[in-house]
């Protein structure tokens, strides 16, 4: 199911890399950059999320909180923020519920693997509006953050 531009961004509750429960419902009020990434310890998502990791202040400068989600555990994603020394939360969907819910999950994935995140990005304003929506069927693309970030310029 594929989500669009203002649809209602689907609640979820997922584990932290630091084994804390962190919910949308938790953003209320704040605009938010909703990052799904493939696989922790890969280059593509290395990439990404350093970039982003390096651009904490734009977001930070908009009100805007980042959190990155993959099917990796908690664990894994526990070091790999500490190894690239990420400045936001990344979160375990280990499960595969959101990454589902919100239409950015491979059925078959590169070396057999199945239900791994696709690459993604949401914008969702202050009252859970999704206002950008990108889901990559390319696992080596990265999401356009100039769009992002323009977006999210635009938004009070």
Do not use: H, W
């Amino acid at each position: 199911m594929a989500l669009n531009v203002g649809d209602k961004a689907p609640g979820f509750s997922l584990t932290s890399d630091e084994k804390k429960t962190v919910s949308l419902s938790d953003y209320e009020g704040k605009n938010l950059v909703l990052l799904f990434f493939p696989l922790a310890f890969t280059g593509v998502c290395t990439t990404e999320l350093c970039n982003t990791r390096d651009d904490i202040s734009f977001y930070q400068g908009v009100d805007a909180d980042v959190l990155a989600i993959s099917v990796d555990s908690p664990f894994a994603l526990e070091k790999f923020k500490a190894e690239q020394k990420l400045n936001f939360t990344l979160l375990s969907d280990f499960n595969r519920e959101v990454s589902t819910k919100y239409g950015s999950i491979y059925e078959d994935f590169v070396l057999g693997l199945k239900g791994v995140s696709k690459r993604s990005a949401f914008v969702i304003d202050k009252e859970g509006t999704i206002r950008y929506a990108e889901v990559l069927e390319n696992a080596g693309d990265l999401p356009d953050f100039d769009a992002v970030k323009g977006t999210l310029s635009k938004l009070g």
